[in-house]
């Protein structure tokens, strides 16, 4: 597995063509050559973060954001994605409206509309659920269904998964028995991390926390995930020096797998 960085983990200063130079520069001191983009402002074109990138031989294997946020802006995803050469367009959370045992045939259907739209563009889509999205929910019949599952059957085999593991642990599931689940369909993962401080939970550098992270390293290795991200979207002090900590400690532990 490949160990990288989702840049959404410095949203507060990717406001700026001159940020984004900045913020990949130090990526790139780190010893970060493979990231996932997000959150970078709309008002900083494709082409800058492009050239930004390449100034610092970084490459995007992926951009990300809220479904919404992606299918209304598709025209600037489809070209940042193929300005930088990258495979996948990962969409983020099953919009509210379809989070139910009936509306997410409904989501799937629009989802599985988009999956073509990409294809047809030479790019692919994988889903980020979030904790809620993978709490059971009720059928008509009196069952129960889990959407993610449900909506994984029901997209084509092109779609993946980009499993955020912080996420598979807060909805009360092992992390390593679900990328295990989802062989051959998780395209990345994502490391986030946190402590219980006073009752309250702090994010903190990957390998840092509460969260034991061995079962879901070995459990990428055996199944070939590709890339992992860590991500770490609040923190005190410098970001670059917290994200560095965290991308050391995935990068060492890979190595020991």
């Not at 200063?13 to 913020?23: I, K, N, P, S, Y």
């Not at 926390?209 to 590709?226: F, I, M």
Request: proline share 4%; glycine share 8%.
């Amino acid at each position: 597995m490949i160990a990288g960085i989702q840049v959404s983990s410095f949203k507060p200063v990717l406001t700026t063509g001159d940020e984004v130079r900045t913020a990949f520069r130090n990526m790139r001191n780190m010893g970060c050559d493979t990231v996932q983009l997000q959150w970078i402002d709309f008002s900083v074109s494709p082409e800058t973060i492009v050239q930004a990138m390449g100034e610092e031989g970084i490459r995007s294997v992926s951009t990300q954001d809220f479904y919404q946020t992606v299918v209304q802006r598709r025209e600037y995803f489809i070209r940042l994605n193929h300005l930088c050469g990258s495979e996948w367009v990962c969409v983020s959370g099953i919009p509210g409206q379809y989070l139910s045992a009936e509306g997410v045939k409904k989501f799937a259907e629009e989802l599985s509309g988009f999956v073509r739209e990409l294809e047809s563009e030479g790019l692919k889509l994988c889903f980020h659920p979030r904790h809620f999205d993978f709490w059971p929910k009720q059928e008509a019949s009196g069952g129960s269904v889990d959407l993610v599952e449900r909506l994984m059957e029901r997209l084509p085999d092109s779609a993946a998964l980009c499993l955020d593991l912080y996420h598979v642990n807060h909805a009360g599931m092992s992390m390593e028995d679900t990328i295990r689940k989802y062989r051959g369909k998780v395209c990345m993962v994502h490391f986030k991390d946190y402590r219980r401080v006073d009752g309250q939970e702090v994010l903190v550098p990957a390998g840092a926390g509460d969260t034991d992270w061995s079962g879901a390293l070995a459990a990428c290795v055996e199944t070939g995930v590709p890339y992992g991200f860590v991500e770490q979207e609040r923190w005190e002090g410098d970001p670059f020096l917290r994200l560095k900590e965290g991308f050391d400690w995935l990068k060492k532990s890979l190595e020991s797998v």
